[in-house]
């Protein structure tokens, strides 16, 4: 038999990006004004006509043809000259175009839109993140430098810079890298060996010229045109760090410096350049006082962890729609009228999957609100409260929507059978590029530290202004919707678990984890209410689903595990305590004094 006679599989087709997404439709109608959503809708549906055309061909070329995405580098030239010539394929260059002509760096520092210009930006970079072969993150790192400059840079930097950063322009946009990992210490800035001394001794101010010396493990822009680096201008420690903006090459083309040792071979992110770099007398410009270098840099952290959520939930957005668009198409039982959609089992599997990415969409989108916010709005006009929770919010959305996202990534792919294991289906991209989310900007474990400083340097109020929120949530809706009466006794009792655990964050090293957990079911059940009272005060069709989900959310089951932890824990006497950290590191690394 040839191919084309017998059965032939209908393919799958996707929804439309923008319109064809409900719970995101739903969202932004209810956190947009009428007129700046108005506007906001009509820029998303001529987008996404964009992405189903010019983008997604160049993804479905990136699934089909991998090798092609690829980047290179070439270090010498024929006659010896070091060049390090770095070859980024067609598609990227194309895509990085497309990031700046549809300004999503430019939207949040334009402001046209206000305190919504981060909800604007955010949905256009959600809905191209499943196509855009991880564009995103020079992208993120370009926002978090535009950021910083705006916040600490001279008005010399400032007027130089952040035009080219934010320019829609793509033959003139700049994009911006972020150098802090070394070999010593990862994560942990404070083992930096990069050096840097000042130009003229005389010069040590913001502006200021200083030669760098080192070596930066991970560059993932390695394309840009600045980086944001990390150096030593004093003593051991992070304080003794300071920051600097450094431009890749002079104005002849030339290297600043900066030298590719080579390029890493990755997991995922193919079309990525990232490398390790040697930086050997680059010239660089203080960026904020001497040994501010770590405060100074926490803003670009601060954005790239909302990019990284919103990647997490965006694969996981594509993942779906790729399972119900082949539970429309596949029939199944013997039967060529009997589709996959209407097996129950099936559906339940899969509406598993859509209760974490509206838990984690609404999380998201209600932290990159926050930022908004915090950057439109005089200071008057924001309280304390808001300002603390965007701070401990931040590392927890990042934290929960690599963990819960790429989590049912596999899972849609078995919705799909033999065909979710083929490449053209897009499923081993989605779930080799999601799971860089689960490192980069911080694993778990460092976020959940990043938690307990909050929780410590705010002596406490981060928790408690958080617990005063998610309190005046509960208590508007529970007068609108009586039946959530069982649901809010268990998130109120969830609440006051978190406040009597903060205490003892930084005494129990097993307790931050869990927490970090804790408070992201707690924060995205109360925006999953939000929704839920807006969509029944609004008399909205989906009404009663949005209710639905909140209390299926709460009851969820990994919810249950990430409270019961965190009892469990809090239940330890020290004794017990230290005999469970000792069996788990028994466990893990074997009997301690066992011969081998």
């Not at 603390?388 to 959305?397: E, Y």
Request: net charge neutral; aromatic share 8%.
């Amino acid at each position: 038999m040839r191919i084309e006679e017998g059965f032939q599989q209908r393919p799958i087709s996707l929804p439309p990006a923008y319109t064809g997404d409900e719970p995101l439709k739903a969202l932004l109608v209810r956190l947009l004004p009428g007129n700046v959503h108005r506007f906001v809708a009509a820029d998303l549906e001529r987008f996404e006509h964009r992405i189903a055309g010019p983008v997604r061909a160049l993804a479905n070329t990136a699934d089909s043809l991998p090798a092609t995405i690829e980047p290179s580098v070439v270090q010498f030239n024929q006659f010896g000259q070091r060049v390090d010539h770095l070859h980024t394929s067609e598609a990227w260059r194309t895509l990085k175009g497309i990031a700046a002509d549809e300004g999503l760096v430019a939207i949040p520092f334009e402001r046209r839109e206000g305190e919504f210009s981060r909800v604007y930006a955010f949905a256009k970079a959600y809905l191209l993140g499943p196509d855009g072969l991880y564009v995103g993150c020079p992208i993120s790192m370009t926002d978090g430098c535009a950021r910083v400059l705006e916040l600490a840079g001279t008005r010399e930097l400032r007027d130089k810079f952040i035009p080219l950063l934010c320019s829609r322009d793509p033959d003139k946009a700049y994009t911006a890298g972020q150098w802090m990992t070394e070999r010593p210490g990862g994560s942990d800035v404070a083992l930096t060996e990069t050096v840097a001394r000042p130009v003229d001794p005389l010069k040590a101010q913001p502006g200021d010229q200083f030669l760098l010396d080192g070596f930066k493990w991970f560059s993932s822009a390695t394309d840009g045109d600045v980086a944001l680096a990390l150096a030593r201008t004093g003593g051991p420690g992070s304080r003794g760090l300071s920051l600097f903006l450094v431009e890749l090459r002079d104005k002849d083309g030339h290297t600043n410096g900066v030298y590719v040792h080579r390029l890493k071979k990755k997991f995922g992110t193919k079309a990525l350049p990232t490398a390790e770099l040697e930086i050997r007398g680059a010239v660089g410009q203080l960026v904020g006082p001497l040994g501010s270098g770590v405060k100074s840099i926490t803003s670009v952290l601060n954005i790239t962890r909302l990019w990284s959520a919103m990647s997490g939930v965006a694969a996981l957005r594509r993942a779906l729609d790729l399972a119900k668009g082949f539970a429309r198409v596949r029939h199944i039982a013997g039967d060529l009228d009997s589709l996959l959609q209407d097996n129950a089992m099936h559906t339940s599997a899969l509406a598993q999957s859509e209760l974490v990415h509206r838990a984690v969409l609404h999380l998201a989108f209600g932290a990159m609100h926050l930022l908004g916010r915090s950057e439109a709005l005089p200071a008057a006009q924001l309280d304390d409260g808001e300002t603390l929770r965007l701070r401990l919010l931040t590392p927890v959305v990042k934290a929960f929507s690599a963990e819960l996202s790429t989590s049912e990534l596999p899972r849609l792919m078995e919705a799909l059978g033999g065909q979710g294991y083929m490449t053209e289906n897009q499923f081993g991209r989605l779930i080799a590029d999601a799971n860089v989310e689960r490192i980069w900007e911080g694993t778990t474990n460092v976020l959940a530290l990043d938690v307990v400083r909050v929780v410590l340097q705010t002596k406490g109020a981060a928790i408690e202004h958080f617990v005063r929120w998610a309190r005046a949530i509960l208590s508007t809706a529970q007068a609108s919707i009586p039946s959530f009466s069982s649901t809010f006794t268990t998130l109120e009792t969830r609440l006051a678990l978190a406040s009597s655990a903060a205490p003892r964050l930084s005494s129990n090293p097993r307790l931050p984890r869990p927490f970090l957990f804790l408070l992201g079911f707690v924060a995205s059940a109360a925006y999953l209410v939000e929704q839920a009272l807006w969509s029944t005060r609004a008399r909205r069709p989906e009404a009663q689903l949005d209710a639905w989900v909140v209390e299926r959310w709460v009851a969820d089951g990994k919810a249950v595990e990430a409270a019961a932890a965190v009892e469990r824990v809090l239940g330890e006497s020290e004794g017990e305590a230290r005999e469970a950290a000792q069996r788990e590191r028994d466990l893990v690394y074997g009997l301690s004094g066992a011969k081998l």
